[in-house]
């Protein structure tokens, strides 16, 4: 089951109306440009984000992805610490296997 941020958002006469958004597969491959773009120009080092990246990957992802409406915080941020998770598992198990 997938995770989804709640956003509120307030239209017409309705006190608010609920939308969530849930990250797309196509979202993947321009989120890892962006990343690519970040790591060379030295923003990210050691898988750790300096101040300002995350609002930085948004902002490159709605100029690659016209409305794509992502958002720094939890969008980007979540994304963020899902692939963190993936490579800490794959390493883990490579060292584990003796791949390397």
Known sequence: MVKRKKL???????????????????????????????????????????????GLLARMMEAKVPGCGVKAKPHVEGRIKKWKKIWHAMTFMRNQSGWG
């Not at 609920?18 to 690519?36: G, N, R």
């Not at 790591?39 to 300096?50: R, T």
């Open 8 to 54: 509120n958002d307030r239209e017409g006469n309705s006190a608010s109306s609920t939308k969530y958004f849930s990250w797309p597969e196509h979202f993947d491959k321009p989120f890892a440009y962006c990343i690519l773009e970040c790591f060379e120009k030295g923003l990210i080092v050691d898988g750790i984000c300096k101040n300002g990246v995350y």
